[in-house]
C-alpha cells in the first residue's frame, strides 16, 4: 500500500516533467516544419522513382480515378520519404528536450537516440518485406474471372505509407519501456504484472493496423511486438532499473 501511495507522486511528476518537454519542442518544430517541406519538395521530383519501386516490389498495376490524384499520391510519397529520412533528426530533438527536465546524461541520451533510429528502420523494414506483401497477396486472392482488381494511385500510396511508417512507430515499444522505468512513470514490476493487458493490447493493435484481418498478419505484427515487451523487460532487468 505504501509502496503504490509512493509511486503515484513520482508518475505524477514525471508526467509533469514530460508534458514541459513537449512545450520545449515548439521551437523545434518550427525548425523541422521548414525541413519537411524543403525536403518534400525535393523529392517530389524524384518521387517517380520512389513509386516505381514500390510499385514493382509489391507487382501491381495501377489506375487513377480524378485529374490531380496522380499529383497528390507523389506529394504524399514525397512528404512520408522526407518524415523517413529526417526521423533520426526528430529523435535527437526528442531526445534532447527529455533530457533537460528529467537530466538525462550524454550517454543515456546516444543510446536512447541509437535505438529509437535503429527500431523505427528495422519494424519498417519487417513491414516492407514481410508484412505488406503477404497482406496484398492475402487481399487480392479474392481475384477471380468476375472480379478484378483496379487499385487506384492514391489508395496504394496511402495503403503504403501508413503502414510502413505505423510498424516503424510501433516497434518503439522497448524504448518506451525502458524510459518509462528510468524516469519512474512505470515501474519494471508493473510491466511483468501486467502482462496479460499487454497482450490483450498488442492483439487490439495488430487487428487495427495489419492490413488484413487474417491470423497470419495479425501475428506478424503481435508476435514480434509482445516479443519486443518482453525484451524490454529484459532490458530493464539488465539495466536494474526498477
Same mark, same amino acid.
Given at each position: 500500500m505504501t509502496t503504490a501511495i509512493q509511486e503515484e507522486p513520482a508518475a505524477n511528476d514525471a508526467a509533469k516533467r514530460i508534458v514541459a518537454s513537449i512545450m520545449g519542442l515548439r521551437k523545434a518544430a518550427l525548425w523541422l516544419g521548414g +525541413? /519537411? +517541406?524543403?525536403?518534400?519538395?525535393? *523529392? !517530389? $521530383? =524524384?518521387?517517380? *522513382? =520512389? $513509386? /516505381? !519501386? *514500390?510499385?514493382?516490389h509489391l507487382s501491381q498495376e495501377l489506375a487513377f480515378f480524378t485529374v490531380a490524384e496522380p499529383f497528390l499520391a507523389h506529394v504524399k510519397l514525397a512528404f512520408v520519404s522526407t518524415i523517413f529520412i529526417l526521423m533520426p533528426v526528430m529523435a535527437f530533438f526528442l531526445w534532447r528536450s527529455l533530457s533537460k527536465p528529467f537530466k538525462l546524461t550524454a550517454t543515456s541520451q546516444f543510446w536512447f537516440l541509437l535505438f529509437t533510429c535503429f527500431l523505427f528502420y528495422a519494424g519498417s523494414l519487417f513491414c516492407y518485406f514481410i508484412t505488406l506483401p503477404f497482406g496484398v497477396k492475402f487481399l487480392l486472392g479474392f481475384e477471380s474471372e468476375q472480379i478484378k482488381s483496379i487499385i487506384s494511385v492514391g489508395r496504394f500510396v496511402n495503403f503504403i505509407t501508413v503502414f510502413i511508417l505505423a510498424f516503424g512507430l510501433i516497434f518503439e515499444l522497448p524504448i518506451f519501456m525502458v524510459f518509462s522505468g528510468k524516469v519512474g512513470l512505470i515501474s519494471c514490476q508493473k510491466f511483468q504484472q501486467n502482462r496479460r493487458y499487454a497482450l490483450l493490447g498488442i492483439a487490439i493493435a495488430a487487428a487495427l493496423l495489419t492490413p488484413t484481418p487474417d491470423v497470419v498478419n495479425m501475428l506478424l505484427m503481435g508476435g514480434p511486438l509482445y516479443l519486443l515487451y518482453e525484451a524490454g523487460i529484459l532490458i530493464l532487468k539488465v539495466l536494474r532499473i526498477k
Open positions: +525541413a /519537411v +517541406a524543403c525536403g518534400t519538395t525535393g *523529392l !517530389f $521530383f =524524384i518521387s517517380p *522513382l =520512389i $513509386f /516505381v !519501386f *514500390l510499385q514493382n
